[in-house]
C-alpha cells in the first residue's frame, strides 16, 4: 500500500529560529552578527564531521554524542536560513518545504506508482531523478546540453570523497572496469610511473603521478564497493590508537619517545597490532 505524502510537522525548531534571530539582533551576539555565508564554512564543515565522529563513537556514549553533534550541525543550518532571511532570499520553512517536495519526488516507489524493491534499484532511479531534475535550468528550460556530467559533483568535498563520486559518475554512464584484474593492473601500472618520476628527480612529475595514484586507489575502492574516505579515516583512528599504546609503553618504561631506536618502536607498534 502506497503512502501519502508527510504533512509538515511544527516543532520546536521555531524557538531556534527565534534564539538565531535575537543572536544576530541588536543586543545579541557580535561574533554572531558579523559571521557571513563564507565564514560559516569551515564550522559547516568541522560540525559534520563531529557527527560522523559521534557515530562512531563506543556504544555507551555514541547515543549522547550523537544528539550533540546532531545539535550543532542542525544550529548551522539555522544559522544559514537566517542570513538568507536577511538577504531576502528563503527562510528555513522554505527549505523544508523544497525538501520535502524533493524528497517525495525522488520517492515515486514510495508515494506513486513506480516499483523499486532492491536498495540498487532505488539508486538506479534516484540517479535518473537527479539527472532529469538538473536538466531543467532554473529558468524552467530544458539546459541538458550545456550541463557537463561531472559538473554536480561540488569542488568543495574532501579530495577522496569528491575521487569517489566523480569516477561513480562517470562510471554510471560505462566509463568504468569490468573485472577486479584490470583495475588492480592499472594501480600497478601508475605505481610503477610514480616511481620512474622519483628516480628521475622530477618532483612535478612525482606530484602528478603521485595524484593518479591516489585517484587510482579511490576508483579502485570505488568498484570494489569500498568508499576511501571511510577506509582511511578508519585507518587514521587505527594509527592513532596503536601510536598511543607506543607512546604509553615507552612511558610505561620511564624513556622518551624521540630517544627509543626504530627497532624498539617497530617491537611495540607490532605488539599494538597483536591488540
Known sequence: MRQ?????????????????????????????????FE????????????????????EEVRAAEVQDE?????????????????????????????TMEKMVRRHP??????????????LDQWAEIKSTESAIGSDGTDDKTDTPLLASVPAALPSLLRAHKLSKKAARVGFDWTETEQVLDKLTEEVEEFK??????????????????????VNTGRF??????????????????????????IKNEGKELSNTPLERLEELWQEAKRK
Request: charged content about 30%.
Open 70 to 98: 546532531a545539535g550543532d550541525l542542525l544550529f548551522q543550518v539555522i544559522f544559514i536560513c537566517r542570513l538568507a532571511t536577511e538577504a531576502g532570499w528563503f527562510d528555513l520553512s522554505d527549505v523544508i518545504e523544497t
Open 196 to 217: 620512474e618520476a622519483v628516480r628521475a628527480g622530477d618532483e612535478s612529475n612525482m606530484e602528478e603521478e603521485l595524484g593518479d595514484i591516489l585517484f587510482t586507489l
Open 224 to 249: 570494489l564497493k569500498i568508499n576511501s574516505e571511510e577506509a582511511l579515516r578508519k585507518s587514521i583512528n587505527k594509527f592513532i590508537l596503536r601510536f598511543g599504546h607506543i607512546e604509553q609503553r
Open 39 to 58: 565564514s560559516l564554512v569551515p564550522f559547516i564543515i568541522e560540525e559534520a564531521y563531529e557527527v560522523v565522529a559521534a557515530i562512531e563513537a563506543p
Open 109 to 122: 516507489h514510495v508515494f506513486g506508482d513506480t516499483v523499486a524493491e532492491t536498495p540498487e534499484e532505488v
Open 4 to 36: 501519502k505524502p508527510l504533512k509538515r510537522k511544527e516543532s520546536d525548531i521555531t524557538r531556534l529560529e527565534e534564539l538565531m534571530e535575537r543572536l544576530r539582533g541588536p543586543g545579541g551576539c557580535p561574533w554572531d552578527a558579523e559571521q557571513t
